[in-house]
C-alpha cells in the first residue's frame, strides 16, 4: 500500500480533475464547483479520507455532498494494476433508460481482459450496459451481427491498440460513422516497446473526436471524467 501522503496526493489530483472537468463541461455550476473541491485544501481531512479509501478498498467511503468512492484497481494490457476511485450509485436515485454501447478492439488476450474489465467499472455508475464485436469480420453472419450491434447501440467505444495491420476496428468505426452511432474513438500515442503493433486512424477518420492516450490509466481518466459530457452533447442523459 502507497504512504499516506502519497494517497492523499493521488485523492486530491483525482478529485480536483475530476470537478474541473465537470466544471468546463456544464455539468456543475462555479458555485457547486468550490462546494465540491473546498475540501481538498484541508490536508487533515483529506489524508484521513485517502487512508479510509486504501484501507477499506473495495468497499465504498461516504465523503458527504460529493458522494460515495471506492478505490478499485483497474488493468494496463500488461496487467499491472493503478488504483482508480469509481463513484458509487446512490440507492435512492432515480432509475435510468439503460443504454446499450458497443466496444470494438482487437481481440487480444491482454488488451481483452484489462479493457472489459475497466469499461465495467467505469461505466457501470452510468448505467451503460456493454456489447462486445465478434472476433472475426470475414464471416457473413458474424459481419451482420456486428452491423446490427452497431445499428441498435447507443453509442460505442472503440480502441485501436494493437491493429497494426488488422483492419477490423476501423472497419467497425466506419459503420457506426455511416449509421450516425455516436461513437468515442480510443487512440494509443504511447511508447510501442510491450505493445502491440498500432496503426494511425485512417485520414479519412480523422475528424471524428477522438481520445489519444499513453496508457490505460490515462485513457480510463479521459473517459472517467468526459464521459458524462458526451452523454449530455449527445442527448443520451
Partial sequence: MSAPVEQAVFVREFFSSLFENHLLGGLITTHEYY???SSLGDDTYLE?????????????????????????????????RFPFLQRMVRDDSTPRRQLNCFVGHRF????????RFNLVHLLEPHDVHLRWSGYDLSAQDLFENIVSGIRNADLCIFDNL???????????????????????VCEYTGRK?????TGSVP??????????????QDLCRQLYFGFPIFLQRHGLR
Fill in 48 to 80: 484521513s479520507v485517502s487512508r479510509r479509501l486504501f484501507e477499506d478498498s473495495p468497499d465504498p467511503v461516504d465523503l458527504g455532498h460529493n458522494g460515495s468512492f471506492r478505490i478499485v484497481y483497474l488493468r494496463e494490457p500488461d496487467d499491472s
Fill in 162 to 184: 494493437g491493429t497494426l495491420n488488422r483492419p477490423n476496428v476501423y472497419i467497425e468505426i466506419g459503420i457506426a460513422h455511416a449509421l450516425g452511432v455516436p461513437m468515442l
Fill in 203 to 216: 485520414s479519412d477518420l480523422q475528424g471524428l473526436f477522438r481520445i489519444q492516450y499513453q496508457s490505460y
Fill in 193 to 197: 516497446g510491450r505493445i502491440p503493433d
Fill in 35 to 37: 462546494r465540491y473541491t
Fill in 108 to 115: 487480444l488476450k491482454d488488451i481483452e481482459k484489462s479493457l
